[in-house]
């Protein structure tokens, strides 16, 4: 049997799972309205992170979207009791796009550009012991990771999972949602 132990939110109304529940029930929102943002001369509405924001959660040597992943899982695991370096856990990385911002930077790590670069930097930031897992199944990530967890889980090649699933605001996928 599989069980849930934990779990973090980090989004603009909100860095954990309970902040953004508080906001909610107070009838918070982070929507606010957008001009000539992501080269799109029209206004639009959305929720997105404030620089000031991910400057909160940043960590030098990582990429805005390494480091929003490694800083959501670290509340996670915070409230959950067990060892995340353990040889009994796996970690699941689940995301469409992760750092495809980089595409249009002259960004020196272009291996950064790569999802699997991504996870072994998160890998060697936690001290994994095991090779991480990364699904991306487009909109289907984060439920395809979360269904690979339960069955690795059930046929017990592990005793911990620890599934994140990560999309940084980008360029990219606004023009995708525009379409």
Known sequence: MTYFLSDNILSPLGKTS?????????YKSSLKQYNNIFDYSNSFTASLFSQEDKNDFFIEGFTSFESMVIYSVEQAINKANFDIKEENVIFILSSTKGNINLLNTKN???KAIYLSSSVDKIAKYFHLKNSPIVVCNACTSGASAIILAHRLLEKEKYDYAVVCGAEEQSKFIFSGFQS
């Open 108 to 110: 020196e790590d272009t």
């Open 18 to 26: 309970e902040e953004n529940y508080k906001n909610i029930k107070l």
